[in-house]
């Protein structure tokens, strides 16, 4: 059967020799990671690419593409966001901290 | 059909949780949000296991739906509030579903989990039982419901509104970007359709946007209001936000959810397919 398109369990490892791009870090308020915030990947453009929500460890992670992005974190205690560039297939770690 | 017909509040549901004949439905497709913990006493709808067919891909038929309301406690006339995750497409796929079998009175909690958390108000893990009851559905209306066929036949002469990100539309991407990316099917899009992502119906925090801002996005995008519309996107949840929005919230009649969709067209030996943004250069 087909599965839907909801997020997969946020955090783990994944394989390192994967072939896709990956980007993925924590949710951090005071450097304190920050479980149940709604993370967005928006393209290069702004546009919005993908939500997930953030582990109770905080982390996140997406399946993209190479390119320029940006994460933004919305959580009830702040907002916050920081860019990352994947310039390739592999893992791009980025943290995005929330005030 | 107006908002206040089809949208509630978050604030109107807080205050609303006991009131009689309203029952509360989270869908999701991952359930631990609800087992986490879910607003009082509402029930929980597991998108995959109580809505889908466990071996064939196709809903639940008609009995499997009365069996599953009634299990669930919900009588033909209570008003039912749906509400979950991931912006609420689940809980969209489960308006649009229980449409489809008759429902007449299903509302869609504006936001979703998101907007309820964002304003931080209560959630609770509280098992929720209810009385079962004796419900009865009708015949799916077919009306709402777009199937393969009629899709090749629309191409050029209904909107075919694909509501996917731009790079799933392009082909760059085979899924949403939360998700791994290998897929049997080729990628690209619908000839003719349309971009507007789900997201663009969509403020930050999960909720609808105004009416106004609406009817200019999909004017923007080239919809055309005299022609008949299919909307579509991977599997037909976030298909389900956007037949909302044109649907439910705009008033356009002849709205259908393709819930086939990717996943099924982009595997379809011999259809035409369109690469790149789809626009005239």
Redesign the interface.
């Known amino acids: 059967?087909?599965?839907?398109?909801?997020?997969?369990?946020q955090g783990g490892t994944i394989d390192a020799s994967t072939t896709?791009t990956v980007l993925e870090g924590k949710v951090l308020s005071e450097g304190t990671p920050v479980g149940?915030a709604?993370v967005?990947?928006l393209?290069s453009t702004g546009?919005?690419?993908?939500?997930?929500?953030t582990s109770p460890e905080g982390d996140f992670?997406?399946?993209?593409?190479p390119g320029s992005w940006t994460v933004r974190a919305?959580?009830?205690t702040g907002n916050g966001q920081a860019a990352v560039s994947a310039s390739g297939p592999g893992v791009h770690a980025v943290e995005i901290a929330v005030a | 059909m107006s908002r206040e017909n089809v949208l509630v509040s978050a604030a109107w549901s807080e205050e609303n949780l006991q009131a009689p004949g309203v029952v509360f439905a989270e869908v999701d497709e991952d359930t631990t949000a609800y087992d986490g913990g879910h607003i009082p006493g509402a029930v929980k709808i597991d998108w995959k296991n109580d809505l889908q067919d466990p071996v064939r891909r196709d809903f639940v038929d008609r009995e499997g739906f009365e069996k599953l309301l009634s299990a669930k406690g919900i009588s033909n006339d209570d008003t039912v509030v749906l509400y979950g995750g991931n912006n609420n497409w689940f809980a969209a796929y489960a308006y649009w579903y229980f449409k489809l079998y008759g429902h007449t009175n299903v509302k869609l909690l504006d936001g979703g989990r998101k907007k309820w958390e964002l304003d931080g108000r209560p959630l609770d893990k509280e098992e929720v039982t209810r009385d079962a009851t004796t419900y009865s559905a009708q015949e799916q209306d077919l009306s709402i419901r777009a199937f393969r066929d009629e899709v090749v036949d629309s191409i050029g002469n209904k909107n075919l509104v694909d509501v996917r990100s731009p790079d799933e539309f392009s082909g760059k991407l085979l899924a949403p970007a939360h998700l791994p990316q290998e897929q049997a099917q080729r990628g690209g899009h619908i000839p003719s359709a349309v971009n507007v992502p789900w997201s663009k119906a969509a403020n930050e925090d999960g909720t609808f946007k105004s009416d106004e801002e609406l009817r200019e996005l999909y004017a923007e995008a080239g919809f055309d209001g005299s022609r008949k519309t299919i909307a579509y996107c991977r599997i037909g949840e976030r298909s389900s936000h956007t037949w909302f929005a044109l649907r439910e919230l705009l008033g356009h009649e002849d709205v259908k959810n393709y819930d086939g969709s990717w996943t099924e067209y982009g595997s379809l030996i011999g259809v035409p397919i369109e690469l790149g943004s789809g626009k005239e250069a």
């Open positions: 059967m087909t599965n839907g398109c909801g997020a997969p369990a896709e149940g709604f967005r990947l393209d546009e919005f690419t993908a939500e997930v929500v992670r997406f399946f993209a593409a919305l959580h009830r």
